[in-house]
């Protein structure tokens, strides 16, 4: 892995993704699934943190992401849907309403880019369309 990649927000939100997963998999202690895919992805210590705050936020907020993912995706309920999906959402809206220092776009974008490296054929399209639901849904 080059530098670059190991710096800025894209990696970071991948750790983020990937300790989400795992936590929801099997409940495993969430630093010590952060501290672990942090040292093995060779993060800068500024992407690291933005990864764990990301992280501690998501779990912080996880019911109140969780019934806004709900109310945004009616026909697809929250205990059926893919766990790549549900945290792939669940870290997008973490970033829209609650830490906002990223501009919707770039969430969304961001967000399309981890349902194709990690969800189904369909999560791409699937987690745009909920974002986009929910930024379209609560704009201003």
Request: charged content about 25%.
């Amino acid at each position: 892995m080059t530098q670059p990649q190991r710096r800025g927000r894209h990696p970071a939100r991948r750790l983020a993704l990937q300790t989400l997963f795992e936590i929801d998999f099997n409940r495993a202690d969430p630093h010590d699934t952060w501290e672990r895919g942090a040292f093995r992805a060779g993060l800068t210590e500024d992407a690291a943190s933005f990864a764990w705050d990301l992280v501690g936020g998501v779990l912080g907020h996880r019911k109140e992401l969780d019934a806004e993912i709900a109310a945004l995706a009616p026909e697809f309920p929250l205990d059926q849907m893919p766990r790549i999906d549900r945290n792939v959402l669940r870290i997008a809206l973490y970033e829209l309403r609650v830490s906002g220092d990223a501009p919707a776009a770039a969430v969304i974008d961001e967000a399309v880019e981890l349902a194709k490296l990690f969800g189904s054929e369909a999560s791409p399209k699937f987690v745009n369309g909920v974002l986009a639901t929910a930024v379209g849904g609560r704009a201003g």
